[in-house]
């Protein structure tokens, strides 16, 4: 099992389970939340909680849906905590943004310890240890880095010396060794080669007391409760975190998991569920072992000529290979699907195959050591990249996996071969849900139309315990809802104007409104395009103005419309979810589009030739529960607090000119909206004073 503990065969003896009687009394009204702490009872956080520590008792899936305001966090945290302490077990908690991660390390646990020694009954409780859980690779291990000091002229160009030595300084005094904690970020190259992302890092050859990796990997074994986001979780599984179907336990053994931001789930499984191969990441792959540029790498010192000579040999290949990818398919498009087996000749498939030898040759020279563990990672990995290119060009389980080609990167050079899971709910059900553990999936959002059952169906969970408990907050005082009837719809022949009355809605409903404003749209060229028109009046009315790719992290983005209290942001994709601004800071959130994915990207091109060859209906099953979902998302970002009030200013008419349109209607949180039009606005649109 990919876990961090040793012992996954052993036994863990059956204990009391004390979760559901003493989350009851911590949640009950007149419980030690309002009597010990004074904070409001909740009768919903109360039903969560109670829930929550009803599947861990019994090991089952369930699905919670908890509106704003809810206390989800503590409803799960509490009885997990208890749970995990009584069993000696541990609880994972994955969530999605790094706003909730940093949200439960500095306030949810910290007020965890608060609830727990606020009662005798609940002391031991109190002294639970919690972890946060990293991708080896953004972690320094003190071992690699004092052997690339030890061997710098021979891994390094004399002007990269400076960088490791930079490097080694930092290690003196970080605290925890991590990537982000060094600015500015060192450069790549080097700290691929002083990372713990290698077989050179592990417990075998690195001291527990120095190495930052290991002293991480000794606080995770520790923990009762480890968190974790999506991203790494199911990269984990996709790996083969878990060990074989039966075994009790996800991440680590016996462990038992709550998924926060749930609805990201199907998506962020999709990413991971599948084969990602870049030029880049060959190329990169490769010059680890032998640069020909910079005559550095790991064959320099471990190799001869002619291992390095096999080396310049695939990455010419790798060259020709993505190149001709590049040309038969990428010239007019950057995303196109494959459907046909062949669409390269295979010319990797001998440089590596004969690289691989050689580099597994050299491993084998070695006793065990670190070395050895190296070169023989780097064999495995040279035969994995040879395997997936195989896998790819023969369209391998095509009745299961989407297959397409895409070309990124900031300068579009980057050709990148993708696979996915056309149906991801079968892997979750084999990866997740049938672990003989207790799995909570909870969010603000889960149903589309008041209905749950298709949020179930594509995660594998339909047979799953399932409950809602919408927020106590009253939207019906401190909600407007506007809607805008005469905006162009997207489909017009004249895009152009369809953008100008865009801006011209935008430029006038955020400079009505007092507080802050978050633009959320669909299409980033829009966002750029009625930025360039609108801009220059927020200028000149000294309106702060913020826009999500201008070399500002989306966390930062946020943190600065917080602080100017009547800042605009514009955002895209990853606005729509995620962000918590409070008060006036964000007083509106104008949709300018419906949240509709574009049915033409591979996946769910593929998804929806399968729902129609089965006789359903790709749009009512797949395309509106999941804009439903995300439209849910964005509204979600405006009332944060009891005390919060705020418009919502809706500028995509199909809401009022498509049937569809009233399930859009029907999701938001506050029944009735007012329509206007530009000749009525001024006198419609009145924001809260």
Same mark, same amino acid.
């Given at each position: 099992m990919i876990g961090l503990h040793d012992d996954t065969s052993a036994?863990?003896?059956?204990?009391?389970?004390?979760?559901?009687?003493?989350?009851?009394?911590?949640?009950? *009204?007149?419980?030690?939340?309002?009597?010990?702490?004074?904070?409001?009872?909740?009768?919903?956080?109360?039903?969560?909680?109670?829930?929550?520590?009803?599947?861990?008792?019994?090991?089952?899936?369930?699905?919670?849906?908890?509106?704003?305001?809810?206390?989800?966090?503590?409803?799960?945290l509490l009885p997990g905590i208890i749970h995990a302490v009584d069993q000696s077990r541990q609880l994972v908690v994955s969530t999605h943004t790094i706003a909730l991660q940093e949200q439960l390390e500095q306030k949810d646990l910290p007020l965890c310890r608060r609830v727990f020694g606020a009662a005798p009954e609940l002391e031991p409780y109190a002294k639970f240890k919690s972890a946060v859980l990293v991708g080896k690779a953004n972690y320094l291990c003190t071992t690699r880095l004092a052997g690339a000091l030890r061997d710098k002229h021979e891994l390094f160009a004399s002007p990269e010396h400076s960088e490791l030595q930079r490097i080694a300084v930092w290690a003196e005094t970080s605290r925890e060794g991590l990537r982000h904690?060094?600015?500015?970020?060192?450069?790549?190259?080097?700290?691929?080669?002083?990372?713990?992302?290698?077989?050179?890092?592990?417990?075998?050859?690195?001291?527990?007391?120095?190495?930052?990796?290991?002293?991480?990997?000794?606080?995770?074994?520790?923990?009762?409760?480890?968190?974790?986001?999506?991203?790494?979780?199911?990269?984990?599984?996709?790996?083969?975190?878990?060990?074989?179907?039966?075994?009790?336990?996800?991440?680590?053994?016996?462990?038992?998991?709550?998924?926060?931001?749930?609805?990201?789930?199907?998506?962020?499984?999709?990413?991971?569920?599948?084969?990602?191969?870049?030029?880049?990441?060959?190329?990169?792959?490769?010059?680890?072992?032998?640069?020909?540029?910079?005559?550095?790498?790991?064959?320099?010192?471990?190799?001869?000529?002619?291992?390095?000579?096999?080396?310049?040999?695939?990455?010419?290949?790798?060259?020709?290979?993505?190149? *001709?990818?590049e040309e038969r398919l990428l010239t007019m498009q950057p995303v196109v699907r494959v459907r046909e087996a062949g669409i390269a000749e295979p010319w990797l498939d001998g440089p590596l195959d004969a690289l691989h030898r050689a580099v597994k040759k050299r491993a084998d020279r070695f006793e065990d050591g670190r070395e050895r563990d190296e070169l023989q990672q780097q064999a495995d990995r040279v035969a994995s990249c040879r395997a997936s290119l195989r896998q790819f060009l023969a369209l391998a389980d095509a009745e299961k996996q989407v297959h397409w080609v895409e070309r990124g990167g900031r300068r579009q050079t980057i050709v990148?071969?993708?696979? *996915?899971?056309?149906?991801?709910?079968?892997?979750?059900?084999?990866?997740?849900?049938?672990?003989?553990?207790?799995?909570?999936?909870?969010?603000?959002?889960?149903?589309?139309?008041?209905?749950?059952?298709?949020?179930?169906?594509?995660?594998?969970?339909?047979?799953?315990?399932?409950?809602?408990?919408?927020?106590?907050?009253?939207?019906?005082a401190n909600m407007r809802v506007f809607v805008a009837t005469d905006v162009p719809l997207p489909s017009a022949k004249d895009a152009r104007l369809a953008l100008d009355v865009l801006a011209d809605y935008i430029g006038f409903c955020t400079q009505r409104t007092a507080g802050g404003s978050l633009v959320l749209f669909t299409s980033y060229a829009d966002m750029q395009a009625v930025a360039a028109t609108i801009e220059p009046a927020y200028a000149k009315a000294r309106r702060p103005f913020f826009m999500q790719g201008r070399d500002r992290s989306r966390t930062e983005l946020a943190r600065q419309l917080r602080a100017a209290g009547n800042g605009i942001l514009f955002g895209t994709d990853s606005f729509w979810t995620g962000i918590d601004v409070p008060g006036d800071a964000l007083a509106q959130i104008i949709l300018t589009r419906l949240p509709f994915e574009m049915p033409t990207h591979p996946v769910l091109e593929a998804r929806a030739e399968q729902i129609r060859e089965r006789g359903g209906e790709p749009f009512g099953e797949l395309t509106l529960p999941d804009a439903l979902i995300k439209f849910r998302q964005g509204v979600g970002r405006l009332i944060r607090t009891a005390t919060d009030r705020g418009v919502i200013t809706i500028l995509d008419s199909r809401v009022t000119q498509k049937a569809y349109g009233r399930q859009f209607l029907g999701c938001l949180p506050k029944q009735g909206h007012t329509r206007m039009t530009r000749d009525d606005r001024t006198e419609k649109f009145q924001p809260f004073a």
């Open positions: 036994e863990v003896p059956p204990s009391p389970a004390h979760a559901p009687r003493l989350a009851a009394r911590i949640f009950a *009204a007149g419980g030690v939340l309002a009597d010990a702490l004074g904070l409001e009872h909740r009768p919903q956080q109360e039903k969560m909680a109670r829930a929550v520590a009803a599947a861990l008792r019994d090991d089952a899936p369930l699905l919670f849906e908890a509106g704003t305001g809810v206390g989800k966090s503590l409803a799960y904690e060094l600015s500015p970020p060192p450069a790549p190259e080097i700290w691929e080669l002083v990372s713990a992302d290698s077989a050179g890092c592990s417990r075998k050859h690195c001291d527990g007391e120095k190495c930052f990796y290991q002293r991480a990997r000794a606080r995770v074994r520790g923990a009762q409760v480890v968190v974790v986001n999506h991203s790494l979780l199911f990269t984990l599984l996709n790996a083969g975190a878990g060990g074989a179907a039966g075994s009790r336990g996800v991440l680590f053994a016996d462990d038992f998991v709550v998924l926060d931001e749930a609805h990201t789930v199907p998506e962020v499984a999709t990413e991971h569920f599948g084969l990602h191969l870049s030029s880049h990441g060959v190329e990169r792959m490769l010059r680890h072992l032998y640069s020909p540029k910079t005559k550095r790498g790991l064959l320099v010192k471990f190799g001869d000529a002619a291992d390095r000579l096999l080396v310049e040999d695939a990455l010419e290949a790798a060259r020709q290979f993505f190149a *001709a990818v990148t071969l993708r696979t *996915a899971p056309i149906e991801v709910a079968p892997l979750l059900r084999e990866n997740l849900l049938r672990r003989e553990t207790a799995v909570v999936l909870t969010s603000a959002t889960l149903t589309a139309g008041g209905d749950i059952a298709p949020f179930a169906a594509r995660i594998g969970a339909e047979k799953a315990r399932a409950a809602v408990e919408h927020s106590p907050f009253d939207f019906e």
